[in-house]
């Protein structure tokens, strides 16, 4: 298994792309869909932990995880070790119509670890967006009732349940219509711009009932409310300390069911094994995919045993709960409950405070928001420090691809800091130098001019 010299990373031995790559992106160019929104031309050839090795040979320090995925790190011996044994034995026989004990075995494991003291039972998709899909199908069966709410800046998928929930970016919905009826979306609190009082998120969901349920959606034909506890690409923004358990009371209160995307929150990511957990809530549905697998494909719901009672055959998945993918996951929860969660929350808050000094350095450095390995940052004109500006977001995520560091954009100027959970201190305080010096060079450039 390759193994990288930490104190080798970044290692820049071509101009970017290279060669080998430029060869691979022509051919990119020719068949792939134009629908993938690649943001610079980076071609992979393997990864290490948090390390990223192109196709010619240069070597990139990875703060996107394959967005959020890789959670215990790419190429984990004990996933891959995982994966080998299984494939060995079992690549396949599906979970729809048959039994096989990986699947069991994880089933167990989730509906055992997730939050609260009801009975769970689990549900397993291909991914976030098949999650999605199975939670609003599952609402719908279990309460009779037809209607949803989900939030202003949510982004749940982009298959038609998903996209419908989703209020994220008019890109995933123009030309897509008619979508899925009787949805309707609400404002997301985002912590950072509400009062710091109390009250603050309680306030959001009494609108609720005046925007919603007195005005355009009868409370006894709402089956769920749909809400992401970190709200993901619309920026990482974390709501105020009461609006969860806000939520969850009105829920409670209306028959409702609370459904929780933790799609990218989850899995350890902010620090523990799932977000709703820093606000002490027990969803009735949970939403999971990306890091509960370290690289796998799959997803699940995890639901109370009382919710989830839609009858056999009413929902399936050729796919879902694959052997191979369902042995890796329960590696990644080995991983993730010895010590790479907490790991997640010592290195978050080692990068918040990187990225608060660097801040006070440079006026271009909005605010600075997230839990755990969650972490945004918001560029801001330089001319006045107030005002996003998504030109220099992407600038700076290009400028650090081109010296070995991998970000990712989110919302509308906010660079995502996700790396995966194994991220070192000293990966950590590489990571910001290289944006220190970023903005730094681009601050001697623009006083050169």
């Known amino acids: 298994m390759w193994q990288f010299d930490d104190c080798t990373v970044p290692r820049l031995k071509t101009e970017l792309p290279g060669p080998k790559a430029q060869e691979l992106l022509e051919r990119d160019q020719r068949f792939m869909s134009p629908s993938y929104s690649r943001v610079y031309p980076l071609v992979v050839e393997r990864g290490s932990g948090a390390v990223i090795e192109d196709v010619d040979g240069n070597l990139f320090l990875d703060f996107t995880a394959g967005i959020?995925?890789?959670?215990?790190?790419?190429?984990?011996?004990?996933?891959?070790?995982?994966?080998?044994?299984q494939a060995s034995k079992l690549i396949h026989m599906s979970g729809t119509d048959f039994y096989y004990k990986p699947q069991i075995d994880l089933a167990q494991r989730l509906a055992e670890s997730a939050p609260g003291t009801s009975p769970k039972r689990v549900f397993f998709t291909n991914s976030g967006a098949e999650a999605l899909e199975a939670a609003l199908k599952l609402a719908r069966w279990h309460t009779g009732r037809a209607r949803a709410i989900a939030f202003l800046g949510a982004f749940h998928g982009r298959t038609y349940g998903a996209m419908s929930l989703s209020g994220s970016k008019l890109v995933h919905r123009r030309g897509f219509s008619p979508l899925v009826p009787d949805i309707h979306h609400v404002p997301y609190p985002r912590a950072a711009e509400v009062p710091n009082e109390p009250n603050a998120g309680r306030r959001f969901v009494e609108q609720i009932e005046d925007t919603v349920l007195k005005r355009i959606a009868p409370p006894e034909e709402v089956a769920a409310v749909f809400v992401e506890p970190i709200q993901g690409e619309s920026g990482y923004h974390v709501p105020p300390a009461d609006f969860l358990p806000a939520l969850r009371d009105?829920?409670?209160?209306?028959?409702?069911?609370?459904?929780?995307?933790?799609?990218?929150?989850?899995?350890?990511?902010?620090?523990k094994l799932?977000?709703?957990?820093?606000?002490?809530?027990?969803?009735?549905?949970?939403c999971l995919a990306k890091g509960i697998a370290s690289g796998m494909p799959l997803?699940?719901?995890?639901?109370?045993?009382?919710?989830m009672d839609w009858p056999s055959g009413s929902h399936a998945s050729t796919f879902g709960g694959n052997p191979v993918s369902c042995r890796a996951a329960l590696a990644t929860l080995d991983l993730l409950e010895s010590g790479y969660t907490a790991n997640a929350a010592?290195?978050?808050?080692?990068?918040?405070?990187?990225?608060?000094?660097?801040?006070?350095?440079?006026?271009?450095?909005?605010?600075?928001?997230?839990?755990?390995?969650?972490?945004?940052?918001?560029l801001v004109h330089l001319r006045d420090g107030k005002g996003l500006d998504?030109?220099?977001?992407?600038?700076?995520?290009?400028?650090?691809?081109?010296?070995?560091?991998?970000?990712l954009g989110c919302g509308e100027a906010a660079v995502r800091f996700c790396p995966p959970l194994c991220i070192t201190a000293e990966q950590v305080e590489?990571?910001?130098?290289?944006?220190?010096?970023?903005?730094?060079?681009?601050?001697?450039?623009?006083?050169a001019v």
């Open 346 to 378: 010592e290195r978050g808050e080692q990068l918040k405070r990187g990225l608060l000094k660097l801040q006070r350095q440079h006026a271009e450095i909005g605010a600075v928001r997230g839990l755990g390995l969650m972490v945004a940052m918001d």
């Open 390 to 407: 998504p030109a220099l977001r992407d600038e700076l995520v290009h400028s650090a691809f081109r010296r070995g560091l991998l970000l």
């Open 274 to 286: 799932f977000a709703v957990q820093h606000w002490g809530v027990e969803p009735d549905i949970i």
């Open 250 to 271: 009105f829920c409670t209160r209306h028959g409702m069911l609370l459904v929780t995307d933790e799609v990218q929150c989850g899995m350890g990511r902010t620090g």
């Open 430 to 447: 590489s990571a910001l130098r290289i944006l220190g010096s970023v903005l730094a060079d681009r601050v001697i450039e623009k006083v």
């Open 299 to 307: 997803g699940a719901i995890i639901a109370k045993e009382k919710v």
């Open 68 to 85: 959020a995925v890789t959670s215990t790190g790419h190429c984990h011996p004990t996933v891959v070790a995982a994966i080998q044994d």
